[in-house]
């Protein structure tokens, strides 16, 4: 596993990440961004600022997704009735907690262009995580030097992945890892350059 005291190539304080997810035709025509709570709160690398934002992203896939949510009472009776049971027989809500899949988590990240504040859900923390970063805060940008901003031009789910996977490595899927090097080399100059893409 990578030491992220390695990353510290880059210069500068980064408290935004802006991104695109898709590449070429699939590309999305707007953009995301994220920017920290407060002024003071920065990153000293372009890649501690990524895998803040990957962690955040991976906390609230996790409950929307993967974690099991309410549970009514007939929940309650069959979950008594039996351990093993995957769904609810009277509601069929979900009783188990779901893996980790690496491609719902990419389509969870690209997704969030089509998110409004409500479908966003909490932007400040949820019950595993106090979040790092905001989607609601884009006027910052406007007054952000260049080095303020993490600038990622294409496939930022990809590049949120393998952000997430390096401080999280027991997620990593090597079909997706191995299976595609040009995608996760963007994650690796973010990592190198430390600069906004440029």
Not at 78 to 85: I, K, V
């Amino acid at each position: 596993m990578v030491d992220l005291e390695e990353m510290q190539l880059a210069r500068g304080r980064y408290r935004i990440v802006m991104m695109n997810c898709g590449y070429v035709e699939s590309s999305r025509t707007s953009w995301l961004i994220f920017s920290t709570f407060g002024d003071d709160e920065r990153f000293d690398t372009a890649a501690q600022a990524v895998v803040e934002l990957a962690l955040d992203l991976h906390a609230k896939y996790e409950e929307e997704y993967m974690d099991v949510g309410y549970q009514s009472d007939c929940c309650k009776r069959e979950r008594a009735a039996s351990a093993a049971a995957k769904f609810c027989p009277q509601c069929g809500t979900r009783m188990s907690s779901l893996e980790f899949d690496s491609a719902c988590f990419m389509d969870f990240v690209a997704g969030l262009h089509n998110t409004t504040c409500d479908s966003y859900g909490d932007s400040e923390a949820n019950a595993k995580r106090e979040f790092a970063f905001w989607p609601w805060r884009a006027e910052e940008l406007l007054g952000a030097s260049r080095d303020e901003v993490v600038f990622i031009a294409e496939n930022a789910e990809r590049v949120v992945y393998d952000a997430l996977c390096e401080v999280k490595p027991e997620l990593r899927d090597d079909d997706v890892v191995d299976g595609d090097e040009w995608r996760s080399s963007a994650w690796m100059e973010v990592r190198r350059r430390g600069s906004n893409g440029t």
